[in-house]
């Protein structure tokens, strides 16, 4: 017997953003013969104003029916694109990123929206996505972008064993897609020629999947700008956390955090 997989767990904030999430994360759920599990965390604004004026006690209640009501309508939207998927709609108390966090734990993909009701309006993205993906244990799908465009994934890789995992993760994507796949290698020197060992891992996984279309790319460019290119013709663009620079303490690299902010699809980023 099979083990079920974790569930594609999907944060909501009440946001028309996170409801695009939501659809994205139904769609990606049935993919995977995954359940969808559709979390809204409901913060005490004490929190955040501990010294304002104590909440009267129906305040609170209108609070919480608000948090209900951002859950259910999250619900209503993921039946209505999946109508036999099925979804499991909770709602939590704290603060957003340590429970999606917790959340993340047991999921198979977390799934955010780039920016949701508190994003400021300079912020391209919300803070949530960019921490989950530095920190979640499993893969997290950050949604932006226009969605639907082109049954093609892309992923960037640099050689590292991140980037290599992440190559690994986009052909199971694009064989659950039926899309096509396209792995860009940025270099700095335009006379480079395609690294051996990103050739022969392509190969060894077009072996696994005979029917996936795949293509490497060579592109001359810094790697952030060839991937933002390459993601305005991309259902998804997958990076991973981590790639061959930067500190040893660092949770996520620049590349991965340049394509958080400006990719033109929704990004998967894979640790
Ligand atoms: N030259 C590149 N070509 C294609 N994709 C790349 C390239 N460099 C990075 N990436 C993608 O971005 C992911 C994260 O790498 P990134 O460069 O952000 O982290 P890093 O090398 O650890 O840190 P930094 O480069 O910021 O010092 C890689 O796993 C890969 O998917
Ligand atoms: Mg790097």
Redesign the pocket.
């Given at each position: 017997m099979h083990d079920q997989p974790g569930p594609v767990t999907v944060g909501v904030d009440g946001s028309d953003e996170s409801l695009t999430a939501v659809e994205w994360a139904a769609d990606e759920a049935r993919l995977r013969h995954a359940p969808l599990r559709i979390v809204h965390v409901f913060t005490l604004p004490m929190l955040y104003a501990p010294l304002g004026p104590p909440l009267l006690g129906s305040e609170l209640d209108s609070l919480r029916e608000t948090s209900d009501q951002i859950a259910r309508t999250a619900e209503r939207r993921a039946q209505s694109r999946a109508p036999e998927l099925p979804v499991e709609t909770t709602v939590l108390d704290g603060a957003p990123i340590p429970v999606l966090l917790q959340q993340a734990a047991h999921a198979s993909l977390m799934v955010v929206a780039s920016r949701g009701i508190g994003a400021v309006g300079r912020l391209l993205v919300g803070s949530t996505g960019v921490e989950l993906a530095a920190r979640a244990p499993c893969p997290v799908v950050v949604v932006r972008g226009r969605p639907h465009k082109a049954q093609r994934i892309v992923?960037?890789?640099?050689g590292?064993d991140?980037?290599l995992t992440?190559l690994a993760y986009a052909f199971d994507e694009a064989a659950l897609r039926g899309a096509e796949l396209t792995a860009?290698?940025?270099?700095e020197d335009a006379t480079a020629t395609a690294d051996p060992a990103l050739t022969e891992a392509i190969e060894r996984h077009g072996r696994r999947f005979p029917d996936v279309p795949v293509d490497l790319v060579t592109v001359p460019a810094h790697?952030a700008e060839?991937?933002i290119n390459a993601s305005a013709a991309a259902d998804l663009l997958i990076?991973?956390?981590?790639?061959?620079?930067?500190f040893r303490g660092?949770l996520l690299?620049?590349?991965?955090?340049a394509v958080l902010h400006h990719a033109d699809c929704p990004v998967a980023v894979r640790r």
């Open positions: 992923v960037g890789v640099d590292s991140p980037s992440a860009v290698h940025a270099v790697p060839a991937l990076v991973g956390s981590r790639g061959r620079g930067g660092l690299g620049s590349v991965s955090q």
